[in-house]
């Protein structure tokens, strides 16, 4: 069960760190919302990105990490915590910071194209799009760092017992 643990968080931490690249190279070639059929395609693509690989994947390595953070033998590492801690703010961040702008602005462009919304509303949110996405990276390769590395963390003492000195 430990190492189907391993490999399915391995993959999907994978399939995440390559979604956000893709998002990254993507965001490189969208056009100005004034081209409405290319900036519909583009954000659209993206959202379908975010949708389809992005999501399955943060929600796969979040998954197995919090199954096998579940098991005896990673309660006392300090590491697996920390990874704990940054993979919360994958979640709130990935949810919050690119799923849902990603959809909503694919959503708004698809609007714009059809002649139900002004463009001059589209294109909003690229800047902190772009920067999330590179922050989400990251955190996200200091999890992998985390995760190989192991390094010792500074851990408290149990109650009632010191820490030896030699």
């Not at 965001?27 to 919302?33: D, E, H, I, L, Y």
């Not at 690989?53 to 697996?80: D, E, K, N, S, V």
Request: with cysteine.
């Amino acid at each position: 069960m430990r190492r189907l643990l391993k490999f399915l968080h391995t993959m999907g931490a994978v399939g995440l760190m390559g979604a956000l690249a893709c998002l990254l190279v993507l965001f490189t070639f969208v056009p100005p919302p004034a081209d409405g059929a290319g900036y519909a395609l583009m954000r659209g693509a993206m959202g379908a990105v975010a949708t389809w690989i992005f999501l399955p994947a943060l929600a796969l390595t979040l998954l197995a990490g919090l199954l096998a953070l579940a098991q005896r033998a990673f309660h006392r590492a300090a590491w697996a915590w920390a990874k704990l801690a940054t993979g919360v703010l994958m979640f709130e961040g990935g949810l919050v910071y690119v799923q849902g702008p990603m959809r909503q602005e694919a959503d708004l462009s698809a609007a714009a194209l059809a002649g139900r919304l002004d463009p001059a509303t589209l294109a909003q949110s690229l800047g902190p799009e772009r920067n999330t996405l590179w922050l989400l990276l990251v955190v996200a390769t200091a999890n992998v760092v985390l995760g190989v590395w192991r390094p010792r963390l500074m851990r408290r003492a149990p109650v009632g017992q010191t820490a030896a000195r030699g």
